[in-house]
């Protein structure tokens, strides 16, 4: 996808989970829903948030990174491109980098 952030916005292509056994070895049927979650890979970032001072402060995630984030609220932040799901999400909404 060719699309570049602005200010501390981050595009995340979401990771699907499509796991059907649960940590514990409970298969879980079709019909069953699960929570989505999270977790994505960073594709492109924004240059950073301009602070009062006037200072750039860069973002702390780099391209390619897998992040756990809060998914947004709004279907308005969701893209999908060949059937790839993408969220723009705020750099504050980004929760960890999982190693």
């Not at 060719?2 to 019909?31: A, C, F, H, Q, R």
């Not at 756990?68 to 993408?86: A, I, N, T």
């Amino acid at each position: 996808m060719k699309l570049k952030p602005l200010s501390n916005n981050i595009l995340v292509e979401y990771i699907e989970d499509n796991e059907k056994t649960t940590k514990s070895g409970i298969v879980l049927p079709e019909n069953v829903e699960k929570k989505e979650r999270t977790k994505g890979t960073v594709v492109a970032t924004g240059p950073g948030k301009i602070n009062d001072s006037g200072t750039l402060l860069p973002i702390s995630v780099k391209v390619g990174d897998v992040v756990l984030f809060s998914k947004p609220w709004s279907d308005e932040k969701k893209l999908e491109e060949g059937g790839k799901k993408y969220y723009i999400v705020s750099e504050e909404d980004v929760l960890g980098i999982i190693e």
